[in-house]
């Protein structure tokens, strides 16, 4: 059992892209995944019925919940599903900050045009006030997006500035920004199952979902 959640309080950063691909994948195992969208603006929603529309095997199912009472109906899920990925919407929330409360791994999808101060600073003080209550969870920035022109300085600026927060840990895997993110989304998939596929995407979501789920 899991409870992921990929959240912080940029937009556009991928954070959605990420959690339809960990939960296609899951899927994809043979895993009983549940997708929950905490967003008003329904992407992962308007994904998993697209994919519905599709004769893709497996479905992902996904269910949407708004508001404070976040926690208690997780509880409920978890009884259900094997798996929990929660997508949470680029601002600060009651879903964000319930969601917190209640997952064992947060992952921050972060822009390198992105990292400053201030946003890592924001979301390192949600993570802290939420592990007051939550012993269990642990928190990720993942480089979300980054250039496809491989850039190590990307990585080592992250790397200094997540320096100076305690509770954010850098995740290993990069995501660049492909054309085969936009792609498997459109039609309701993941990257992986894009025809034709992009080799380069696969490796590193497939990456990205073991550290994960720490296979
Ligand atoms: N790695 C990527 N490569 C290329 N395009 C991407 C990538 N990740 C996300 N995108 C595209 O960027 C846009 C925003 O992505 P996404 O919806 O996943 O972000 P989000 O963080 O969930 O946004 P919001 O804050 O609005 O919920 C989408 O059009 C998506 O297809
Ligand atoms: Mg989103």
Not at 6 to 19: P, Q, V
Not at 88 to 96: F, M, N, Q, V, Y
Not at 122 to 141: G, I, K, P, S
Not at 159 to 187: C, E, G, N, P, T
Request: charged share 25%; aromatic share 6%.
């Amino acid at each position: 059992m899991s409870i992921i959640l990929i959240g912080g309080e940029k937009g556009g950063t991928g954070k959605t892209t990420l959690a339809v691909n960990l939960a296609a994948m899951r899927a994809l195992q043979g895993r009983d995944v549940l997708v929950i969208d905490t967003d008003i603006q329904a992407s992962a929603s308007y994904w998993a019925q697209t994919r519905d529309e599709t004769t893709v095997t497996p479905r992902v199912a996904c269910i949407q919940k708004f508001g404070k009472g976040l926690p208690t109906e997780v509880r409920d899920l978890a009884r259900r599903y094997q798996d929990l990925i929660i997508d949470a919407g680029g601002r600060d929330s009651p879903e964000l900050r319930s969601a917190l409360l209640i997952a064992e791994r947060v992952y921050i999808p972060i822009q390198p045009s992105q990292f400053d101060i201030w946003t890592l600073g924001r979301m390192d003080d949600l993570v802290t006030n939420a592990q007051v209550f939550n012993l269990n969870l642990h928190a990720w920035v993942v480089i979300s997006r980054a250039s496809t022109n491989p850039s190590v300085s990307e990585v080592a600026e992250a790397q200094s500035l997540l320096a100076d927060f305690a509770h954010l840990r850098l995740a290993h895997a990069v995501i660049r920004d492909r054309i085969a993110y936009r792609k498997a989304a459109r039609d309701g998939l993941s990257v992986e199952e894009l025809k034709p596929g992009d080799p380069k995407a696969g490796e590193e979501i497939r990456a990205f979902f073991q550290e994960v789920f720490n296979e």
